[in-house]
């Protein structure tokens, strides 16, 4: 029985050891297989160091390929205080060559710390200032690369670019919205050293950084230098309180350009208040727009057939009462009779108010719902406003009446182009965008990439059509005629808002626009600007803000590759425009032969001859009357 007992023991002991030796066999098992890599990197940080390389920013290009944000190499310095065995004299160093306080400096190199930057005077470091440091040869002293942030064209598209931190860290317009594409991941040179932080003679470890991803915007440069200059020199000429501008494809809603005034330089972002840095105004501004308005007035009556442009007739007598408001036209005594063309032409107020009480509240107001005003339009772009449009049930027949010809009602920039956009179109509304796609650095894959959205059909293409043939009126015949390209179908609208100040409109300050596009029979671009309170000229958006469309428009023809169109409507004549003159081919004939086909221009001859050889400009030119031809002879 005892020998019994003692033998059960024994086992009893042998299988304790037995789940013992198993548990440490699975422990190191787990160790050396499992957790391996956790505990390695435990061990590694405990005698290794990392000098941090800073990965790139992504850059961001224009639709063409021309960089907008660019980068550039730096130095900063990184100390390793448990590296540095004399610390006053490294500090007093340090301190002479950053030009700071030795105290400071001093504070530094004592840190209790495995890596201290310098902040933000050892910082991003001009090349003379890091070679001054690198000869020194101080031990726990090193420079890293680090990047900057380069903005090529300085000031352009500075909102809606943005700009970054010291840190490279995106702070608003697409440097924000889209920082984590933008930002990469940083690398390191990674050291070895002992417990007391001195470094070992053993093989550095280089973890190569990854750069950001790269952003394709739909800006086209050319033709955002274009609006880039025209508003510069609109604020020189007439020194606005602001501006805006806009250029837009039609058809799919990507912005072409898109720039205010005032502006500011990303890169010296700090010396400019925060209203002025982050005021998109082109997609935040919120305005009276005036007559550029009254295209969603004209394709709602349109589409709803109420008026018939080219039949029905209206008397204008230079005002119109409505409930207890006279609505005054900007021709003082009218225009007289007009057909509903000539009323669209003129921009007549009292005309377009008919439209409005045609249509009716509700019907008005839906298609000012359909056309995307009152709400964001989504942009990828932050810091849009919604604009205000009158509550249905507080709308009576004055602000109706005000609505149809666009005061009372408050939009942005980027409403007003996507709308008329969609007027001119074939009558889809389509969300804007500016994001063309995101692209891996090296390889250049598109990680996500933007396609034209349609958020909804508005108007029929058949209205839509007519709406152009209106507004290519304008342009020919009406307020529009400053902005006529010789050569190409433009179709165009101005505006005139009158500015509200508490609750009263101001005198002789108003907000002028024009919204051209062209051509007008397959639009293809579609310019939007608009002047707050310019100064010394007159006050109609036609003869201030239509020229600057025109110039945009010429260039984006070029930039765009639009050839002449076919037909169009020629240009009405009115004082004090020049009168335009088509070359003739005077090749072949005599001098008084082509003298007077080519009556009201100068002519020079060059030879002795009297027979016309050649000829510049080339026939079907057009020319201002009293521009210069010469004619060679042989």
Known sequence: MFFKSIHTRIKIVLLILFIIFFII????????????SKLNKYASNLWSRNLP?????????????????????????????NQIRDKKQTAKALAQILNIDYEAMFKHINKKTSIERVHPEGRRLSYETADKIKNLKLEGIYLVKESKRKYP????MAHTLGFV?????????????YNK?????????????????????????YERPQNGMNITLTINNEIQISLERELSNAVTKYNPDRMVGLVMNPNNGEILAISARPNFSQENYQNYSIEEINRNLPIWATYEPGSTFKIITLAASLEEKTVDLEKDVFYDKGSIKVENATIHCWKHGGHGKETFMEVVENS???????????????????????????????????????GIIFDRSKVGPVELATTAFGQGVSVTPIQQITAVSAAINGGNLYKPYIVKSINEPETNTVIKENKKTLVRKVISEDTSAKVRNALENVVANGSGR???IDGYRVGGKTGTAQKAENGRYLTNNYILSFIGFLPADNPKVVVYIAIDNPKGTIQYGGTTVGPLSKAVLKDAIKALKIPKSNGGKEKKYKWPDLKTITVPDVTGKNIEEAKKELE???VIISGNGNTIIHQSPEPNTKLNEGKTVRLFTS
């Open 25 to 36: 066999i699975l422990r190191v098992f787990y160790i050396e297989v499992i957790d391996y």
């Open 53 to 81: 390389i800073k990965a790139d920013r992504g850059l961001i290009y224009d639709r063409n390929g021309i960089i907008l944000a660019d980068n550039v190499t730096t130095t900063s310095l990184v100390i390793i205080p």
């Open 153 to 156: 064209y300085d000031s352009y």
């Open 165 to 177: 931190g010291i840190d490279n860290q995106g702070l608003s317009g697409i440097e924000l919205t």
């Open 181 to 205: 594409y933008l930002t990469g991941e940083d690398g390191a040179i990674k050291y070895f050293s002992d417990a007391k932080g001195n470094k070992l003679k053993l093989n550095e470890i």
């Open 348 to 386: 007549c107020n009292p005309g377009f108010v008919i439209l409005g009480q045609r249509l009716g509240t509700n019907t008005l107001f839906d298609y000012i719902d359909k056309f995307g005003f009152g709400k964001k339009t989504g942009i990828d772009l932050n810091g849009e406003a919604t």
């Open 482 to 484: 400053p902005a006529y």
């Open 600 to 602: 009201g221009l100068n």
